[in-house]
């Protein structure tokens, strides 16, 4: 059944609006009396069309239930902006695994140094990654996607979380052995191509962030978050 996110919801109504509408009526070729689902806030809809227009498509609630796609922890990515496009996949895959945010971060072996006034175009595509992702993937919310941030705004937001984790290409910890719970905030730290200063690691280790390794073989930076969030979704029940 065709997925949309809206916050134009009420305990009868949900109006989709925008873009979204167009596709509902010209792609989709939707007409009265279809069904689809309507996302709010991990919420969804079963709803039926009651009108449709290229503004607006109406349609009546006729019951609702929290997403089961939703896991039971809320996960951040912090990556550290990668070359080219790869960011793309890294935040489609996130929004599929069930991550709740995506930070980019400027680190310092970033390629990658876009300022927030080069980012900000960047960002909107991101998003709509995201969104799509969470269309395809049958999420209840659409993952955030941050402004680009530097490594003192990541480890001070990092140190406040539940769980927090940086993924170091020379070891650490294995995720069996940190103690993840549910129903808590998980924040994990993952680098560039060139990985982490030795300073970058300190600093995490001073604000109470561990230090993790997944495994044996060096993982590309698009590779990493995907295995880490892989990792942490299992071992707290989410897969």
Same mark, same amino acid.
């Given at each position: 059944?065709?997925? *949309? *996110?809206? =916050?134009?919801?009420?305990?009868?109504?949900?109006?989709?609006?925008?873009?979204?509408?167009?596709? #509902?009526? @010209? $792609?989709?070729?939707?007409?009265?009396?279809?069904?689809?689902?309507?996302?709010?806030?991990?919420?969804?809809?079963?709803?039926?069309?009651?009108?449709?227009?290229?503004? +607006?498509?109406?349609?009546?609630?006729?019951?609702?239930?929290?997403?089961?796609?939703?896991?039971?922890?809320?996960?951040?990515?912090?990556?550290?902006?990668?070359?080219?496009?790869?960011?793309?996949?890294?935040? +489609? !895959?996130?929004?599929?695994?069930?991550?709740?945010? %995506?930070?980019?971060?400027?680190?310092?072996?970033?390629?990658?140094?876009?300022?927030?006034?080069? *980012?900000? !175009?960047? @960002?909107?595509?991101?998003?709509?990654?995201?969104?799509? /992702? /969470?269309?395809?993937?049958?999420?209840?919310?659409?993952?955030?996607?941050?402004? #680009?941030?530097?490594?003192?705004?990541?480890?001070?937001?990092?140190?406040?979380?539940?769980?927090?984790?940086?993924?170091?290409? !020379?070891?650490?910890? =294995?995720?069996?052995?940190?103690?993840?719970?549910?129903?808590? =905030? %998980?924040?994990?730290?993952?680098? $560039?191509?060139?990985? *982490?200063? +030795?300073?970058?690691?300190?600093?995490?280790?001073?604000?109470?962030?561990?230090? %993790?390794?997944?495994?044996?073989?060096?993982?590309?930076?698009?590779?990493?978050?995907?295995? /880490?969030?892989?990792?942490?979704? =299992?071992?707290?029940?989410?897969?």
């Amino acid at each position: 059944m065709p997925r *949309f *996110f809206s =916050n134009e919801i009420t305990e009868d109504t949900a109006i989709i609006s925008g873009s979204d509408a167009v596709h #509902i009526g @010209r $792609s989709l070729r939707m007409r009265i009396g279809d069904e689809l689902i309507v996302c709010k806030n991990g919420i969804e809809y079963s709803t039926s069309i009651q009108s449709i227009s290229d503004e +607006q498509v109406i349609c009546k609630v006729n019951s609702s239930c929290k997403s089961t796609a939703e896991p039971n922890v809320n996960l951040t990515l912090f990556q550290a902006m990668p070359k080219g496009d790869k960011l793309d996949l890294i935040v +489609q !895959k996130a929004v599929e695994l069930g991550a709740a945010r %995506i930070c980019p971060v400027i680190t310092s072996r970033c390629v990658s140094r876009p300022d927030k006034k080069g *980012f900000d !175009k960047k @960002r909107s595509r991101l998003q709509k990654i995201a969104l799509e /992702a /969470a269309k395809q993937s049958g999420r209840g919310i659409i993952p955030e996607i941050s402004d #680009i941030m530097n490594i003192n705004q990541c480890t001070e937001l990092l140190a406040k979380m539940d769980h927090s984790f940086i993924c170091y290409e !020379k070891g650490g910890k =294995n995720l069996r052995e940190v103690g993840l719970t549910s129903d808590s =905030n %998980i924040g994990i730290f993952i680098g $560039s191509e060139g990985g *982490f200063e +030795q300073s970058e690691v300190d600093e995490c280790i001073e604000k109470g962030i561990t230090v %993790i390794g997944l495994g044996n073989r060096i993982l590309r930076c698009e590779t990493a978050p995907i295995s /880490a969030i892989s990792i942490i979704m =299992n071992l707290t029940g989410n897969m």
